[in-house]
């Protein structure tokens, strides 16, 4: 089946600082998703990426739909403690696979005040 | 603003055990899914449905069953609980297949963590 390969697994970053994840894959997706899971809690949408190339911010977060379709990075600029949680990349192709999502494994992201 | 509500939120079974976890939604989604979460990894679509009285089978669907009589609910069931089954459940629902709007989007509940011993 589809994978996706998330990275890093882990951060562990200074509050202020930039943060940079991505996620690639083997398949093609027409849809890329970026979710965040606080403790707790199931995972929330933060960013939908429809189209290839496309470059979509919310606040202080930034993602981009990768040209070939196999790829998706997420930006998170000026961390703050509430950043804490884990980052999941999702791909979705409506041809191969229907609504179903394929989820990254996760980031996990510390942030030190 | 209800959204996706899972019960129970914590469950202890033993080997052998059966169970149901519930799940409704009331956003009036056609498509609904059950996914497991295990430590370090990612979300392992167990079934998903498209509708009433329409259920599929994901990525791991071995040891549960499913039902979906109502657009509303989607329970789960596990019929002889096996420790590989701890983990935590998430059910979400999506508004994909209406008319109105093209979103992979998922709304997710909060999860049920089950320890089976």
């Known amino acids: 089946g589809q994978q996706l390969n998330q990275s890093p697994q882990s951060m562990f970053i200074q509050e202020g600082e930039d943060v940079s994840m991505n996620c690639t894959s083997s398949s093609i997706f027409n849809t890329w998703l970026w979710y965040k899971q606080d403790p707790g809690e199931g995972p929330v949408l933060l960013i939908a990426l429809y189209k290839a190339g496309e470059l979509t911010s919310n606040g202080r977060l930034t993602a981009q739909f990768g040209i070939t379709r196999k790829d998706s990075f997420l930006n998170i600029s000026a961390s703050i403690p509430s950043d804490v949680g884990i980052y999941f990349c999702?791909?979705?192709?409506?041809?191969?696979?229907?609504?179903?999502?394929?989820f990254g494994e996760g980031t996990q992201l510390t942030v030190n005040p | 603003n209800a959204g996706v509500t899972q019960t129970p939120k914590f469950r202890i079974l033993k080997i052998g055990q059966s169970m149901t976890l519930q799940c409704t939604q009331d956003m009036n989604h056609n498509y609904m899914y059950w996914y497991r979460q295990d430590p370090g990894m990612g979300l392992k679509l167990i079934y998903y449905s498209v509708g009433a009285g329409i259920t599929d089978k994901g990525e791991v669907p071995n040891g549960y069953n499913v039902s979906r009589s109502t657009t509303e609910d989607f329970p789960l069931r596990l019929e002889l609980a096996a420790p590989s089954q701890t983990s935590v459940y998430f059910c979400?629902?999506?508004?994909?297949?209406?008319?109105?709007?093209?979103?992979?989007?998922?709304?997710f509940g909060e999860g049920s963590r089950l320890t089976v011993l």
């Open positions: 979400a629902s999506s508004p994909m297949g209406h008319l109105t709007t093209n979103t992979g989007e998922l709304f």
């Open positions: 999702a791909g979705q192709n409506k041809e191969t696979s229907g609504s179903r999502l394929t």
